[in-house]
């Protein structure tokens, strides 16, 4: 499995347990649309909708899957709270293959075209849907917000 790949499983399980941490009486809603790339579906990915804390919106994140240039949160994923969120949005060519039950084989699978791709948007109930730009492909949030570390200096 590539870092890449990893750092989205594991980017997915977080929202979704953060989804789950609820109980504080907060209306989820479910989303659906479209997510293209240059105008193109997105064959596989990944779609979060993460609270614009700095927008002073709170509540959990919800996510779902991409699949031929469709996602549903009430299908693959978690609804989401109304309000100004940060939606991540990750592709790839074609849905990468689980990891081998033999930990002896690697598993290979092409890099994303792009990860964690970010837009800020109003979310509300229903249909909603993305554009990412060509500009996007390459993009890789991880790589993006790498903070060089501060030396220790009196």
Same mark, same amino acid.
């Given at each position: ?26 209306? #989820? ?10 105008? *193109?579906?997105?064959?596989?990915? #990944? ?49 990468? *293959? ?29 249909? *909603? ?20 570390? *501060?030396?220790?200096?009196?």
């Amino acid at each position: 499995m590539t870092r890449t790949l990893a750092t989205l499983c594991f980017a997915a399980v977080c929202a979704a347990l953060l989804a789950g941490c609820g109980g504080s009486g907060l209306k #989820l809603e479910n989303l659906h649309g479209k997510v293209t790339f240059g105008g *193109q579906p997105i064959v596989y990915g #990944l779609i979060e909708f993460i609270p614009n804390a700095a927008a002073d919106h709170k509540g959990p994140a919800g996510s779902a899957e991409i699949v031929n240039g469709e996602y549903d949160t009430k299908n693959s994923g978690r609804g989401v709270v109304r309000g100004p969120h940060l939606v991540r949005i990750s592709a790839f060519e074609e849905r990468p *293959q689980p990891s081998s039950e033999d930990e002896t084989k690697p598993t290979v699978n092409k890099p994303p075209i792009f990860s964690g791709y970010t837009i800020e948007t109003e979310v509300a109930a229903g249909e *909603q849907n993305f554009e990412v730009p060509e500009s996007a492909k390459g993009f890789d949030l991880m790589k993006q917000n790498k903070v060089k570390p *501060q030396l220790n200096v009196p």
